[in-house]
């Protein structure tokens, strides 16, 4: 029986795009925390300027200002980042100083 090999190329001599076969965001994470860790952390230095939802599978560097009614699920956010009020965000890799608005 002849098998047939997968092209590892396409014709711009490039791999071909795959689209990840599940969350990347926790796996990351798992990957940065030693074994049997609590994978949700907020750095102390986080500051909350109100009432927000962080996801037990996240994580918030040092420095960074959360505003009010935000919502942050499987996602990972840098060091001295500023997230504004009412934003939403899942399934995140934000890295260090990078703030979130409307504009």
């Known amino acids: 029986m ?18 990840p076969t ?8 798992q990957a940065l925390l030693p ?5 949700k952390f907020i750095h102390p230095g ?14 918030i ?3 960074t200002t959360v505003g009010d009614k ?3 699920k499987k996602s990972i ?3 001295n980042c500023r997230i504004a009020e009412k934003a939403k965000i899942s399934n995140s890799v934000i890295m260090d100083d990078v703030t979130v608005a409307e504009k």
């Open 22 to 29: 599940g969350p990347e965001v926790p796996r990351i994470l």
């Open 2 to 19: 002849d098998v047939e090999e997968a092209p590892t190329s396409n014709i711009h001599g490039r791999a071909p795009r795959t689209k």
């Open 46 to 59: 986080v500051v909350f300027q109100g009432k927000s939802q962080v996801g037990a599978d996240s994580m």
């Open 77 to 79: 956010i840098g060091q």
């Open 61 to 63: 560097g040092e420095g």
């Open 70 to 72: 935000v919502s942050i």
């Open 35 to 39: 074994p049997n860790a609590n994978p």
